[in-house]
């Protein structure tokens, strides 16, 4: 199966930076997007950016101008540079893979993968 590991996260202060990364490993032959989502509590998941096979990205409008996106295709690695930042963004972070590869099932097509999540607290 295709397995994601997260690292990065922690705690910050208003302001402050974090980074992110999450690389994928197992059978995944291509991958189309790469993306980082967050969920705060009591609050549903939302994207935060994405990535796709021709690196073009896309954000969400509360981190446009503070976060960066990018992503190294041979490494199958994508990292999320958190900068300026706010209290509210405050959550789990959970990486995010779309592509083809060998699914749970062992049949082969496309798959999303989620990561374990991982949680980036701003304190003010």
């Known amino acids: 199966q295709v397995q994601l590991v997260e690292s990065g996260g922690g705690l910050v202060q208003t302001g402050g930076s974090l980074r992110l990364s999450c690389t994928a490993s197992?059978?995944?032959?291509?991958?189309?997007?790469m993306g980082w989502y967050r969920q705060a509590p009591g609050k549903q998941r939302e994207l935060v950016a994405v990535?796709?096979?021709?690196?073009?990205?896309n954000y969400a409008d509360s981190v446009k101008g503070r976060f960066t996106i990018s992503r190294d295709h041979a490494k199958k690695t994508v990292t999320l540079q958190m900068n300026s930042l706010k209290p509210e963004d405050t959550a789990v972070y959970y990486c995010?893979?779309?592509?083809?590869?060998?699914?749970?099932?062992?049949?082969?097509?496309?798959?999303?993968?989620w990561g374990q999540g991982t949680l980036v607290t701003v304190s003010s």
């Open positions: 990535v796709t096979r021709d690196d073009s990205t």
């Open positions: 197992g059978f995944i032959f291509s991958i189309n997007s």
């Open positions: 995010n893979v779309e592509g083809d590869g060998r699914r749970s099932d062992f049949t082969v097509g496309y798959l999303e993968v």
